[in-house]
């Protein structure tokens, strides 16, 4: 039945953003991963070119509606806490391979997935934002984007929780916290994840989150291999495991993603917080750490190029 829900999801991203993709091109840039329709797709060969590959069409080929993209990431309170852009739009010149759209919030806020980074490569999804009121992850979005991996393939999303991000909210409108929603999936956003994660079938999943500043693994070796790297890197001394919450109606995303697809490893990144104001319901863990911006920035830096060193070998 998801799946049907899913299916139908689809056929109605085809059908708002047909302007945006012809079927070859949706098939095509959908590159092995059938059932993705992309929202609008990266040109990397300029109209004349296309015209006399492609004899008997006049029409030109599709164009990133870059003005609609960046629209469609909504604003919320990391876009406002006065240490200038930070939000979780694309503020690069760089474009991504593609864009889809894989499912809709409650409030039908569509949920997006960028493609970047070598294609065929090993495949690593990061889940940019989970929590609405945590912003420091944006920093992290915000570099792979201004530098995409040489030696993976990247599923970016940029933000699971657009909802949250305009209300400055940990949990999505209907109140559900998302990172504890793994099993019982009640949330429109967890559905759609578990969707993509079969679509995708990533080799690791990266959350990442804020203020708590540690690093865990979950699920196996790969995991706790980019695990240790990062943890090594940043001087951080410990790698923690991402835990498992034992009651099904507390679960954590990574645990669904681990029963969606049987084995589905994941590394969990806390940042540290860069403003008081990101998610005040933290401030008494024990882990909760408050740094200068330009700190965080500098790890995120740090956070980029061991990902991208930690698939080197495999390339
Ligand atoms: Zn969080």
Redesign the pocket.
């Known amino acids: 039945m998801r799946r049907n829900g899913f299916l139908s999801i689809l056929i109605v991203a085809c059908l708002c953003f047909v302007i945006s993709c012809s079927d070859s091109d949706a098939s095509k840039n959908a590159d092995g991963v059938e059932g993705l329709i992309p929202v609008s797709t990266k040109v990397d060969v300029d109209i004349d070119d296309t015209e006399s590959s492609v004899p008997g069409t006049t029409e030109d080929p599709p164009q990133t509606d870059l003005a609609q993209e960046i629209d469609m990431v909504p604003l919320g309170m990391c876009d406002s806490l006065g240490y200038g852009e930070i939000g979780f739009r694309n503020q690069t010149d760089n474009r991504p391979h593609a864009v889809y759209k894989f499912g809709e919030t409650e409030q039908g806020l569509p949920l997006l997935i960028e493609k970047w980074g070598l294609r065929d490569g090993p495949r690593v999804l990061v889940i940019g934002q989970?929590?609405g009121n945590?912003c420091s992850p944006g920093l992290l979005v915000d570099e792979l984007r201004r530098s995409p991996p040489e030696n993976f393939e990247l599923w970016l999303i940029p933000t699971l929780n657009p909802e949250g991000l305009i209300n400055g909210a940990?949990a999505n409108s209907l109140g559900i916290d998302l990172?504890r929603d793994g099993l019982t999936r009640r949330a429109p956003e967890t559905r759609a994840l578990m969707a993509i994660t079969k679509l995708v079938k990533p080799d690791v999943t990266v959350h990442v989150?804020?203020p708590l500043n540690w690093i865990g693994y979950f699920n196996g070796s790969l995991a706790f291999d980019i695990g240790k790297q990062l943890v090594d890197e940043l001087s951080m001394n410990v790698l923690y495991t991402a835990g498992k919450r034992s009651s099904s109606s507390e679960a954590f995303l990574w645990q669904g993603q681990g029963e969606a697809v049987l084995g589905s490893q994941s590394i969990l990144i806390e940042l540290p917080a860069f403003s008081d104001k990101e998610?005040p319901g933290a401030k008494q863990q024990r882990f909760y750490s408050l740094q200068d911006i330009e700190e965080v920035r500098q790890m995120v830096a740090i956070i980029r190029d061991s990902l991208d060193a930690s698939f080197a070998v495999s390339k």
């Open positions: 989970v929590h945590e940990r990172n989150h804020s998610a």
